[in-house]
């Protein structure tokens, strides 16, 4: 089955520094979004992304979270200055319509601001 | 906030059938019921969906009552690969309509 690709699978920043964590989505799907989960809390919504335009987010989305299509594979989550609370498992997903589709997974990046 | 009331744990025997309850008293006539499960902090996985109709997959069945007000996901024989948190979810099938989880069911397969 295609996979959602997620690097790296770890990351350790500094309290204040920029982290992109990059995702690789199904090749033929159009829809991206991504989710976190703090350790042991749920698993929240970030923000869906379709043909270049945000199309929905949370208010966990502040002006210091970006996302961005690259190119024609990569989708990318920037935090500008990170917090300790940004601290948790960051997930990128993919469908190919954004209807009636399962959401497809990566396995998700470790973040952890010191 | 989620649209949905699960049990926070179950056990199950290996081996069994997992009968997994969701609640969603409040759903309209559009919305379609999730089911996804995350396997120790993996990302989430599709496990089934519907609307009215039960439906039954290589994973699952999914029972959903007259009134569409509750749910049951069945994994007809549970295995130790089974526990897991499962979320049953509420959701429009509209394009980029996000995924909500709730805190769904933590289930445990024992031997």
């Known amino acids: 089955e295609p996979e959602v690709t997620q690097t790296p699978s770890h990351q350790v920043t500094q309290m204040g520094q920029e982290v992109i964590l990059r995702c690789v989505p199904i090749?033929?799907?159009?829809?991206f979004y991504w989710y976190r989960q703090i350790l042991g809390q749920k698993v929240e919504f970030l923000v869906s992304?379709?043909?270049?335009?945000?199309?929905?987010k949370s208010e966990i989305f502040d002006d210091q979270f970006s996302v961005e299509r690259p190119d024609g594979s990569n989708f990318t989550l920037k935090i500008r200055s990170t917090k300790l609370e940004d601290s948790a498992m960051y997930f990128c997903?993919?469908?190919?319509?954004?209807?009636?589709?399962?959401?497809?997974f990566g396995s998700g990046t470790q973040l952890s601001v010191l | 906030d989620a649209k949905t009331t699960q049990p926070t744990s179950m056990d199950c025997a290996e081996g069994r059938a997992a009968n997994l309850p969701c609640n969603h008293s409040?759903?309209?006539?559009?919305?379609?019921v999730y089911w996804y499960r995350q396997i120790h902090s993996q990302g989430p996985q599709y496990i089934i969906h519907?609307?009215?109709n039960n439906e039954t997959n290589e994973m699952a069945s999914l029972i959903i009552t007259e009134d569409r007000k509750s749910s049951t996901l069945i994994l007809p024989h549970a295995t130790l690969r089974d526990t897991a948190v499962y979320y049953c979810?509420?959701?429009?099938?509209?394009?980029?309509?996000?995924?909500?989880f709730g805190k769904g069911t933590t289930l445990s397969v024992s031997s």
């Open positions: 997903a993919s469908n190919l319509r954004g209807g009636d589709e399962k959401l497809f």
């Open positions: 090749s033929n799907h159009l829809y």
């Open positions: 992304f379709y043909n270049n335009e945000i199309s929905e």
């Open positions: 409040t759903i309209s006539g559009n919305e379609y």
């Open positions: 519907g609307l009215k």
């Open positions: 979810i509420v959701r429009y099938n509209q394009a980029g309509t996000a995924l909500i």
